[in-house]
């Protein structure tokens, strides 16, 4: 497995922009898809997006899509989500997931993947 970190999260105002980073250790990064899930107070962990290994493949909910971006830098063993737009329903906490997959799948069930980092809170306020 691999270790994951994120990163970015914080407060910001509707309409707002933030940037969130996930940093990956203890494997190739390169052969893992990523993703991005979210879980608010109350609710079910939810899908935000995802990338596959090379990055030619993303996916993203439709809540989202539009707004954000994921990407990813294999050099830094990293994968990103810039949030733009920002509103009330965004807030939660986003976690970054990553599975060891083919080059160009993507996955969208968090069931799916097998390693989790511990989540970074995102609050958008009015």
């Known amino acids: 497995q691999v270790q994951l970190e994120e990163s970015g999260g914080g407060l910001v105002q509707a309409g707002g922009s933030l940037r969130l980073s996930c940093a990956a250790s203890?494997?190739?990064?390169?052969?893992?898809?990523m993703g991005w899930f979210r879980q608010a107070p109350g609710k079910e962990r939810e899908f935000v997006a995802a990338i596959s290994r090379g990055g030619g493949n993303t996916a993203y909910a439709d809540s989202v899509k539009g707004r954000h971006t994921i990407s990813r830098d294999n050099a830094k063993n990293t994968v990103y989500l810039q949030m733009n737009s920002l509103k009330l329903e965004d807030t939660a906490v986003y976690y970054c997931a990553a599975v060891r997959t083919t080059l160009t799948n993507i996955a969208y069930s968090s069931g799916t993947y097998d390693s989790w980092g511990q989540g970074t809170q995102v609050t958008v306020s009015s």
């Open positions: 203890g494997r190739t990064f390169s052969g893992y898809a």
